[in-house]
Nanobody, 121 residues
Framework: QVQLVESGGGLVQAGGSLRLSCAAS????????MGWYRQAPGKSRELVAT???????NYSDSVKGRFTISRDNAKNTLYLEMNSLKPEDTGVYFC???????????????WGQGTQVTVSS
């Protein structure tokens, strides 16, 4: 089983910065892809950024140039540095890890509980 615990959310003014962290524990197989997704009130969950264990990062157009995703494989920790925050960045941010699980013989996605980010104007 895999557990993901996010931290670092909060309330910030527009133009400010926040850094999210996600600590992963349990059976993490490589290769895998970790990512951040967010869900605003009344909207569906959307991709923010992803980073494979051995590949290139990927960002949604709405955060490109403002957010930076990174990971520390030794610590199984995922980060999201968010700068120049806008009110439209408000939402619950979820950590995700996707990987092929040998015992299931299929790709499996795991999710954290989410952390609230609120950007005031």
């Amino acid at each position: 089983q895999v557990q993901l615990v996010e931290s670092g959310g909060g309330l910030v003014q527009a133009g400010g910065s926040l850094r999210l962290s996600c600590a992963a524990s349990g059976s993490i197989f490589s290769p895998n892809t970790m990512g951040w997704y967010r869900q605003a009130p009344g909207k569906s969950r959307e991709l923010v950024a992803t980073i494979p264990s051995n590949g290139r990062t990927n960002y949604s157009d709405s955060v490109k140039g403002r957010f930076t995703i990174s990971r520390d494989n030794a610590k199984n920790t995922l980060y999201l540095e968010m700068n120049s925050l806008k009110p439209e960045d408000t939402g619950v941010y979820f950590c995700n890890v996707g990987m092929f699980v040998p015992t299931r013989l299929r790709w499996t996605d795991y999710w954290g509980q989410g952390t609230q980010v609120t950007v005031s104007s």
